[in-house]
């Protein structure tokens, strides 16, 4: 049993605690609520000869480049929870040739990932769990370990336990499940699969294919089925694709009159113009998430994201540069996660919030109340339930454990004298009779503002007491004595005194209250 001091700083220090825990809630949903409502933009790219990604417009440069290294790009970025991955190449030119890497930044941090090829380079990563997934000119990297079976690997995609990488042996497109390779093309002419993306069971796949002519076809594959998205007249060609809510976006471009490359993205094969065509203008990569598309690309000399068909460009033009890949996060797989941990969030909210009215007010019926609706409101799953329900049932426990009311009266003379005894009730149920030199302990399962009676003969005492769950309290019961002349005398002529007794009820404080207790044998 708690003692009623303790139950009094436990009360506070749990309603301090609730309520810090609830401030630590709200901001913590306020911040869920904010990265869905303006999730962050990532952008790998280039300026110049340096790898740079972009995060919210803002560049950070991946690769000071030695004096041994000429230059770097980026061609893909990954965010898997607050890990930022981003695949790219450093090389360098000599004596009229060259090399190059492929190249992983994790956080920035760069590694190589060896491969036998003199000029290799990272096309694209993917993140599934704790698997990291490279493709390169030369194939498909696991965690940096080569993994055999495929040619030219341009992207990768990952769904459940099977990994899809879209590439080329040339001169065919083609499509490898798990290492086992579909041609998308016949091999009659030049074509290339760009980039993977899977919806359920189908999967898309965005490159092209050239014509008799030469001139390159747009062409996005739904399982090896093809959808030409331009019609061959002018050169196309499509690098990236991505599903979302049942629409198809692919993102490309198509050279116009004038010989200028324009910068498209298609939506079900209907194809929108992002750049004017005054200048060279591609669009590498596209992400939708809800009701906005973003589209990373170039036009001229300058890096741009595309919002909806808005261009926000990421350099002045100054310096040659592109941006060939963007990613959003939260993405939709990630955004369910965050609305799932924002009803989570809430629903400990509203059980603070319950136990805190429980706590303070003591409530039985606006606790039971308040636990109905907080289950009945977020619809609890079963495993959400019983990892709830320990906690209710303690709540439930503490509101429910019993106070301890301690009586008693001390030795007195005239209690030694005349035996006056009178009963102490609570809640109309008699608690205690008092005697002199006497103590009881009660057990108070009825909680609130109660109030302590005793009576005699129509003289009555009262003291309030505020009941808690496990409190402890302790009444000193006494007598008042009132001498009172009664008009007769005894025999030898002396006035005969009566004494007229009222109770009297005193809640004391608990270490004297204890301490008295005690010593009464």
């Known amino acids: 049993?708690?003692?009623?001091?303790?139950?009094?700083?436990?009360?506070?220090?749990?309603?301090?605690?609730?309520?810090?825990?609830?401030?630590?809630?709200?901001?913590?949903?306020?911040?869920?609520?904010?990265?869905?409502?303006e999730p962050d933009v990532y952008v790998a790219g280039r300026i110049g000869s340096n790898a740079v990604l972009w995060k919210n417009g803002v560049a950070k440069p991946l690769t000071a480049l030695t004096a041994e290294e000429d230059f770097a790009t980026t061609t893909s970025v990954y965010v898997a929870g607050d890990d930022v991955y981003v695949a790219g190449c450093v090389g360098a030119i000599y004596d009229g040739n060259g090399m190059q890497a492929i190249s992983l930044w994790k956080n920035g941090a760069l590694q190589y990932i060896e491969s036998e090829a003199h000029w290799d380079a990272g096309t694209s990563?993917?993140?599934?769990?704790?698997?990291?997934?490279?493709?390169?000119?030369?194939?498909?990297?696991?965690?940096?370990?080569?993994?055999?079976?495929?040619?030219?690997?341009?992207?990768?995609?990952?769904?459940?336990?099977?990994?899809?990488?879209?590439?080329?042996?040339?001169?065919?497109?083609?499509?490898?499940?798990?290492?086992?390779?579909?041609?998308?093309?016949?091999?009659?002419?030049e074509a290339s699969a760009e980039s993977v993306f899977v919806a359920g069971n189908d999967a898309y796949v965005a490159g092209y294919e050239k014509n008799a002519r030469g001139d390159s076809i747009a062409i996005v594959w739904k399982n090896g089925a093809a959808q030409n998205l331009s019609d061959g007249t002018r050169s196309a060609a499509a690098y990236a694709v991505f599903v979302a809510g049942g629409n198809t976006y692919v993102a490309g471009s198509e050279r116009?009159?004038?010989?200028?490359?324009?910068?498209?993205?298609?939506?079900?094969?209907?194809?929108?113009?992002?750049?004017?065509?005054?200048?060279?203008?591609?669009?590498?990569?596209?992400?939708?998430?809800?009701?906005?598309?973003?589209?990373?690309?170039?036009?001229?000399?300058?890096?741009?994201?595309?919002?909806?068909?808005?261009?926000?460009?990421?350099?002045?033009?100054?310096?040659?540069?592109?941006a060939y890949a963007v990613f959003i996060m939260p993405d939709e797989a990630q955004r369910s996660q965050m609305a799932e941990e924002q009803r989570l969030q809430e629903q400990e909210l509203l059980y603070q919030n319950a136990i805190a009215s429980a706590q303070q007010n003591l409530d039985r019926k606006q606790y039971e109340q308040a636990r109905q609706d907080f289950t009945t409101a977020l619809n609890l799953k079963p495993e959400e339930a019983a990892a709830i329900n320990p906690k209710i049932e303690e709540i439930d426990r503490k509101l429910n454990e019993p106070a301890t009311l301690n009586m008693y009266r001390k030795r007195?003379?005239?209690?030694?004298?005349?035996?006056?005894?009178y009963d102490v009730t609570l809640d109309n149920a008699v608690v205690g009779r008092t005697n002199n030199n006497w103590k009881t302990t009660a057990t108070v399962t009825s909680f609130g503002a109660k109030?302590?009676?005793?009576?005699?003969?129509?003289?009555?005492?009262?003291?309030?007491?505020?009941?808690?769950?496990?409190?402890?309290?302790?009444?000193?019961?006494?007598?008042?004595?009132?001498?009172v002349d009664t008009g007769k005398k005894d025999k030898n002529g002396k006035a005969i005194k009566d004494y007229i007794y009222t109770p009297i009820l005193k809640l004391v404080e608990e270490n004297l209250g204890a301490s008295e207790f005690k010593a009464i044998k």
């Open 451 to 483: 109030t302590l009676l005793a009576d005699i003969d129509g003289r009555k005492a009262e003291v309030q007491i505020n009941i808690t769950p496990g409190g402890v309290y302790y009444v000193q019961c006494d007598l008042e004595t009132t001498e």
């Open 125 to 189: 990563v993917y993140v599934s769990g704790s698997d990291v997934y490279v493709t390169a000119y030369t194939g498909l990297w696991k965690n940096g370990v080569a993994q055999n079976s495929y040619g030219v690997a341009s992207s990768v995609f990952v769904s459940g336990n099977d990994v899809y990488v879209a590439g080329r042996e040339r001169p065919v497109a083609i499509l490898w499940k798990n290492g086992t390779a579909q041609n998308l093309t016949d091999g009659s002419r």
């Open 1 to 37: 049993m708690k003692r009623v001091v303790i139950s009094c700083i436990g009360t506070w220090m749990l309603l301090l605690c609730i309520s810090f825990g609830m401030a630590q809630s709200l901001q913590q949903a306020d911040e869920v609520q904010r990265r869905m409502e």
């Open 412 to 421: 007195t003379l005239l209690g030694g004298i005349l035996p006056v005894r």
């Open 256 to 322: 116009n009159a004038q010989g200028k490359s324009v910068a498209k993205v298609w939506k079900n094969g209907e194809a929108q113009n992002l750049s004017d065509g005054t200048k060279n203008g591609v669009a590498c990569s596209v992400y939708v998430l809800g009701n906005s598309v973003y589209v990373a690309g170039y036009e001229g000399d300058r890096a741009v994201v595309w919002k909806n068909g808005a261009a926000q460009f990421l350099t002045d033009g100054k310096i040659d540069a592109g």
